[in-house]
């Protein structure tokens, strides 16, 4: 029998500097839930990579004096560094300037823009923030700056293509509502139904060639370069083959996920929609927004000094403890705060204390107390996450709610530390050797049974425990801090 299949993706970063805490976030999301649908046993395509035809890139690498490309490269090392120094178990990672894997499809997907009667040309003049990458409006400005960058936006008088985004307001409006297309929470749902209700204005989408020649050449003029954002938006169907090889594409579209910050809801809930709606493919099943980490109650920022490097966590506490902080301690649907202070108390607590205390307290008892079990009998992770009684840890995952599925785990951490306090088989063990091994046996169970369910949070534990069940030894996980 075919498997299912499961596209998920991560929005595609600018390489203009390093990743930071929020990056790691959405990428750590996804992997979660990419390795959860593949010990389920579906066929996962999990999507990241790089939006790289951006001027706030072009500009930072004529900073230190390199060309775009040269620069890119620099910056990509240090991005795929950090997902495998976090496990990230991406299958593609995509690169728009790519001109074999991405160009060929964004240049179909404009031709079919153009074929839908959807793109025209006009002269537009207006304020362009090269931090969003999008015109915006003298009413967004504090004090004559973007309060997002902080920088004055341009001021630009261009002769550029639009996209008749206005032409899609209600049939976008009607596939949200009738929720063809989810968008996670409800309150950005509803919030782009706000939106909505204005209506929508047709966008720019093209750039004259001479503001950005690096980025894809407008089908049939020389004179103008794609917008970074039709652009962008196209490589989550580039990546899989629209374009170039169609059965692949066919294989793994519509999406089941699209990963994204709530900063750039718009361009996946309004622009993105309507693009496929024009060109008549089926749009994304869901689009699950998370919201901002921050610092202090801060947007990170180096002048407040509270940028928090996701290196220098990792390199203190290890991998798991940063996929844990991000799954557990962060809801994905609302801003989330990390100081080294809490992440180092939630470190003790549920890692230190919590897993490593009880991993280690059961495995001594088993060696000493020369308990025996057969370790080949013990259930398959996929087994365990699939059974009945974890059917409340299953629906948190398809919720997305993966702060609720690592707290259910940890709940079990509880449950059997408390098992232990009640049954005190140290004490039992001197009166009745016999009995003591019947219960630590037990505990060895349910250690394995927590460690299946872990597996897709902190894979890494989660294999650690399970070797140490399967060879009988004690492992050293989350040493105190
Ligand atoms: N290149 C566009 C996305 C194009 S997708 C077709 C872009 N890139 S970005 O590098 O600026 O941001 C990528 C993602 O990181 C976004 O989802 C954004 O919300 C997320 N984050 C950036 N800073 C963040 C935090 N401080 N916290 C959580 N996520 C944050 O936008």
């Known amino acids: 029998m075919e498997r299912k299949t499961f596209y998920i993706t991560t929005p595609i970063f600018y390489p203009n500097g390093e990743l930071h805490m929020g990056h790691a976030y959405t990428v750590t999301l996804c992997d979660i839930v990419a390795r959860y649908q593949r010990l389920l046993g579906k066929e996962v395509h999990f999507l990241t990579g790089s939006d790289e035809h951006t001027v706030k890139v072009v500009r930072a690498g004529e900073k230190v004096g390199k060309g775009p490309k040269e620069y890119i490269d620099g910056i990509l090392e240090n991005f795929r560094s950090l997902y495998s120094s976090i496990d990230i178990s991406y299958d593609q990672f995509i690169r728009t300037s790519d001109k074999e894997t991405h160009w060929p499809g964004?240049?179909?997907?404009?031709?079919?823009?153009?074929?839908?009667?959807?793109?025209?040309?006009?002269?537009?003049?207006?304020?362009?923030?090269?931090?969003?990458?999008?015109?915006?409006?003298?009413?967004?400005?504090?004090?004559?700056?973007?309060?997002?960058?902080?920088?004055?936006?341009?001021?630009?008088?261009?002769?550029?293509?639009?996209?008749?985004?206005?032409?899609?307001?209600?049939?976008?409006?009607?596939?949200?509502?009738?929720?063809?297309?989810?968008?996670?929470?409800?309150?950005?749902?509803?919030?782009?139904?706000?939106?909505?209700?204005?209506?929508?204005?047709?966008?720019?989408?093209?750039?004259?060639?001479?503001?950005?020649?690096?980025?894809?050449?407008?089908?049939?003029?020389?004179?103008?370069?794609?917008?970074?954002?039709?652009?962008?938006?196209?490589?989550?169907?580039?990546?899989?083959?629209?374009?170039?090889?169609?059965?692949?594409?066919?294989?793994?579209?519509?999406?089941?996920?699209?990963?994204?910050?709530?900063?750039?809801?718009?361009?996946?809930?309004?622009?993105?929609?309507?693009?496929?709606?024009?060109?008549?493919?089926?749009?994304?099943?869901?689009?699950?927004?998370?919201?901002?980490?921050?610092?202090?109650?801060?947007?990170?920022?180096?002048?407040?000094?509270?940028?928090?490097?996701?290196?220098?966590?990792?390199?203190?506490?290890?991998?798991?403890?940063?996929?844990?902080?991000?799954?557990?301690?962060?809801?994905?649907?609302?801003d989330g705060d990390v100081t080294v202070e809490t992440f180092e108390a939630a470190y003790n607590s549920a890692l230190t204390n919590g897993l490593g205390n009880l991993t280690s307290r059961i495995m001594q008892m088993a060696i000493s107390y020369e308990v025996t079990y057969d370790a080949k009998a013990l259930g398959s992770v996929q087994d365990t996450i699939l059974s009945e009684k974890h059917a409340a840890y299953r629906a948190s995952f398809d919720s997305f709610r993966l702060n609720e599925a690592s707290g259910y785990v940890w709940k079990l951490i509880a449950e059997l530390d408390a098992e232990i306090q009640t049954k005190e088989p140290f004490k039992l063990f001197k009166i009745n050797p016999d009995e003591a091994r019947v219960v630590v046996k037990g505990l060895v169970e349910k250690l394995w049974e927590i460690s299946c369910l872990l597996a897709p949070i902190l894979p890494d534990s989660s294999a650690k425990v399970q070797l140490a069940i399967v060879n009988k030894v004690k492992p050293t996980l989350f040493p105190r801090k």
């Not at 025209?120 to 990458?133: M, P």
């Not at 504090?142 to 902080?150: K, Y």
């Not at 139904?193 to 089908?219: E, H, M, T």
């Open 106 to 334: 964004a240049i179909a997907l404009w031709n079919k823009l153009v074929e839908a009667g959807d793109i025209y040309k006009k002269k537009y003049a207006g304020l362009y923030c090269v931090g969003h990458e999008a015109f915006i409006t003298e009413k967004d400005l504090v004090n004559g700056v973007c309060p997002d960058h902080g920088v004055a936006p341009e001021n630009i008088e261009e002769e550029n293509y639009f996209f008749r985004l206005s032409k899609y307001t209600d049939a976008v409006r009607t596939k949200i509502e009738s929720g063809e297309l989810t968008i996670l929470p409800e309150t950005r749902k509803n919030e782009i139904l706000s939106l909505l209700k204005d209506g929508l204005q047709d966008v720019s989408f093209s750039r004259p060639v001479s503001k950005n020649s690096w980025a894809i050449p407008v089908p049939n003029d020389p004179e103008q370069v794609m917008y970074v954002w039709c652009d962008a938006l196209a490589n989550y169907i580039t990546a899989i083959g629209y374009g170039r090889d169609e059965k692949g594409f066919n294989h793994f579209w519509p999406a089941d996920y699209h990963v994204i910050g709530k900063d750039i809801l718009r361009f996946h809930a309004a622009f993105w929609p309507a693009m496929l709606m024009s060109a008549g493919l089926p749009l994304p099943k869901k689009i699950m927004v998370h919201g901002m980490i921050t610092s202090q109650g801060k947007k990170m920022s180096k002048t407040l000094g509270n940028v928090i490097n996701p290196l220098d966590l990792l390199h203190k506490y290890g991998k798991d403890a940063l996929r844990f902080f991000l799954a557990k301690e962060v809801s994905p649907f609302e």
